[in-house]
T-cell receptor, first 111, second 110 residues
């Protein structure tokens, strides 16, 4: 097991386009989280899943954002009609019990 | 969640012991203290967690005084590879939302 994998590592998109990121958690971890991190700040919680159920969403997750974890394994985060303010690092993490493991993130640049 | 306060940045020379202190005056009875390390273009990595007194692992030590209103992460004999941002978090075990502050940017000087 190579840990939490995120794809792509980098994404440059034009404003108004839709983007989708993928996260593959550690296989036995039943909880999966998405965080967003902007330059100079710590990561901010967006949402989390227990198995396939999305149990909590932050107010940061506007209507343009949607996350899924259809089979309780990998997850996708989609941003529709991207805005320049969406430029950030999107981090995925997974856990079993209380130990988090983060992926290396997807860096999104909206131009 | 208890708010934490850490120095914005610190510099240290290679081979020295580095202590980073975090204040968490409003820590709750069931809160634990956890430290994460983050390198550029990577996600945070768990370093150590404790509730009271002292915890030590192969990477660091965590010192927590009796009132638990602060904690100190101690990194022995740092090297250039310890240059990173270090985050102090407080929260109950099982709390699904980790709340990060801005962390402490540690720079190790050759």
């Amino acid at each position: 097991d190579t840990g939490v994998s995120q794809d792509p590592r980098h994404k440059i998109t034009k404003r108004g386009q839709n983007v989708t990121f993928r996260c593959d958690p550690i296989s036995e971890h039943n909880r999966l989280y998405w965080y967003r991190q902007t330059l100079g700040q710590g990561p901010e919680f967006l949402t989390y899943f227990q198995n396939e159920a999305q149990l909590e969403k932050s107010r940061l997750l506007s209507d343009r954002f949607s996350a899924e974890r259809p089979k309780g394994s990998f997850s996708t985060l989609e941003i529709q009609r991207t805005e320049q303010g969406d430029s950030a690092m999107y981090l995925c993490a997974s856990s079993l019990a209380y130990a988090y493991t983060f992926g290396s993130g997807t860096r999104l640049t909206v131009v | 969640l208890a708010k934490t306060t850490q120095p914005i940045s610190m510099d240290s020379y290679e081979g020295q012991e580095v202590n980073i202190t975090c204040s968490h005056n409003n820590i709750a009875t069931n809160d634990y203290i956890t430290w994460y390390q983050q390198f550029p273009s990577q996600g945070p990595r768990f370093i150590i967690q404790g509730y009271k007194t002292k915890v030590t692992n192969e990477v660091a030590s965590l010192f927590i005084p009796a009132d638990r209103k602060s904690s100190t992460l101690s990194l022995p004999r740092v090297s250039l590879s310890d240059t990173a941002v270090y985050y102090c978090l407080v929260g109950a075990k099982g709390n699904e939302k980790l709340t990060f502050g801005t962390g402490t940017r540690l720079t190790i000087i050759p």
